[in-house]
């Protein structure tokens, strides 16, 4: 049993309005960098990095961040492969950070982030932005932009399909 | 992802899991140059080298690996141990497996030691081969394999196409016996040259060419490993005098000349320097010598995360 909750549509609107929330709380994007976390939130970063620099016509900083070495779940999960991590080269010190995820649910992938963040370099803000907000949070973290509040339960899956890995962009709920 | 639960032999890794080796490594080294070296990832765990051979670069290296990834680290040489009172392999497995090792490295004298610890039920964590008599050294092979990818190859592919010569004493080396295996499984052809004295029986059903002279084949090279000529192991004359074999095997700065385009020199150390390789050779801008202790902890780094860091994989048959 499954349906579609977010259409290809509603995911490009959704990060439209996220690029203009975040140039707005951050007036402007000279000092921003978006820091994706693989696979599926390194795909969102780069696309609202395109969206970003419609607005404002000029470039974004933005990379990626694989937060596997600091999971605190390793030991109880099937082995994971690293992803890639590519940090801009002006790096993070001192930067308006955004981490973007696909799905934001314990918030201990986050944990993992602020981890591995912790590692590079003294960000001056870091702020989350996440397509589909489901809810159940284990720690006291919250995003600062949302896509879509999708209140679940836990047996239900969430997935985000993206191109190119996917046919085609939607997220399916499904029990 | 499924990886194996011991590394003992490069034919535990088909090509994706060895791909796979190789890509976790070339991941590890973007921090290796960061401010901060240290990840929390294998924080609580214990790594036992067990080393009943000399060695420098491959124990440091394990160590500086586990270290990196939180590992505790316990150093085991059997100078200055119980081996040296006469106790046994399984006896020192037993205690190290009491005490709550998480993974054993061991380097040992003989063909099939770690093959021995890993099957006999004595540890309950994964085996790490780093060397075992003249048989295998996975490590070494797949850090052999990743200085030559990050030379010639892109990421995520194997090394198809190259053409790597392995110069020396073949019938004493692990080094050669893994890096003959992997190198091919990952596409890259391999020419073992040496003087018939020092090539193993058998060797005709490997997947190699042979040849006994250097010098023709020098020019069409992609990759040149020159082996370190094992003296210790040396039980008979392999050869006349070391000056006649350092003529017609040596690396020296004749031959590097040879050498053409972006071609380059490896060997596994230590070296005998005026041996096999003379001192301009191992210092010039060909020589991947200092890469390849460099890489060597990446290398290990992404075995023990691979090995280690699921407990799904290690711990079913506890």
Request: net charge neutral; hydrophobic share 40%.
């Given at each position: ?12 609107r ?25 696979t ?8 609202l ?20 070495l ?29 981490l ?27 702020q ?33 399909h993206?191109?190119p ?11 | ?41 294998l ?13 420098t ?15 505790d ?16 392999l ?42 075992d ?8 092979a ?47 052809e ?15 059903n ?25 003296k ?39 070296m ?26 990446q290398?290990?780094?992404?075995v ?6 699921s ?8």
């Amino acid at each position: 049993m499954s349906r579609i909750v977010l259409s290809s549509e509603d995911i490009s609107r959704a990060l439209k309005r996220i690029a203009h929330e975040i140039l707005e709380r951050n007036k402007g994007s000279e000092n921003l960098t978006l820091l994706g976390i693989p696979t599926r939130g390194a795909l969102l970063s780069a696309r609202l990095a395109v969206e970003i620099e419609k607005i404002e016509g000029s470039k974004v900083s933005h990379g990626t961040l694989d937060i596997t070495l600091h999971r605190d779940d390793l030991q109880t999960r099937p082995l994971k492969p690293l992803l890639p991590t590519f940090i801009p080269e002006e790096g993070i010190e001192g930067r308006d950070l955004v981490l973007v995820d696909d799905v934001f649910y314990s918030g201990r992938t986050i944990r993992a982030a602020f981890d591995a963040l912790g590692e590079l370099g003294r960000a001056a803000t870091v702020q989350l932005a996440v397509l589909v907000d489901r809810g159940h949070r284990e720690l006291p973290i919250r995003a600062d932009y949302v896509g879509k509040n999708l209140p679940t339960s836990r047996i239900e899956t969430v997935r985000v399909h993206l191109q190119p890995l996917e046919n085609l962009d939607e997220v399916v709920i499904s029990s | 992802m499924i990886f194996p639960r011991h590394l003992l032999s490069v034919d535990d890794l088909d090509y994706d899991q060895a791909v796979k080796v190789l890509d976790t490594a070339s991941e590890l080294s973007k921090f290796s140059g960061s401010s901060i070296k240290k990840l929390p990832t294998l924080r609580g765990k214990t790594v036992v080298n067990l080393f009943f051979e000399d060695s420098t670069r491959t124990r440091i290296s394990f160590e500086a690996a586990a270290k990196r990834l939180s590992a505790d680290v316990i150093n085991f040489s059997v100078k200055g141990s119980s081996v040296s009172k006469g106790e046994s392999l399984k006896d020192t497995a037993l205690t190290l497996g009491a005490m709550g090792a998480d993974a054993v490295v061991i380097r040992h004298h003989f063909s099939g030691a770690a093959q021995r610890l890993a099957d006999a039920g004595w540890i309950s964590g994964p085996v790490i081969n780093a060397g075992d008599g003249t048989h295998e050294h996975p490590t070494q092979a797949l850090l052999d394999a990743y200085t030559i990818r990050s030379k010639f190859g892109k990421d995520s592919e194997g090394l198809s196409g190259l053409q790597v010569i392995i110069v020396g004493d073949i019938l004493h080396s692990r080094v050669a016996r893994s890096n003959v295996f992997l190198l091919t499984k990952l596409g890259a052809e391999v020419t073992l040259v040496a003087p018939p004295t020092l090539l193993p029986v058998g060797i005709e059903n490997w997947p190699v060419k042979i040849s006994y002279q250097l010098d023709p084949l020098l020019s069409s090279a992609d990759v040149v490993m020159v082996l370190r000529v094992q003296k210790e192991r040396m039980v008979q004359s392999f050869f006349p005098t070391e000056r006649e074999y350092s003529r017609h095997y040596g690396m020296n700065s004749h031959r590097l000349k040879s050498l053409s385009g972006e071609s380059i020199l490896l060997h596994p150390g230590p070296m005998n320097r005026g041996l096999e390789i003379d001192a301009l050779t191992a210092d010039s801008s060909r020589s991947m010598i200092v890469n390849q202790v460099t890489n060597g902890v990446q290398i290990r780094m992404a075995v023990l995360y691979l090995l280690l860091s699921s407990q799904q994989v290690v711990g079913e048959e506890v």
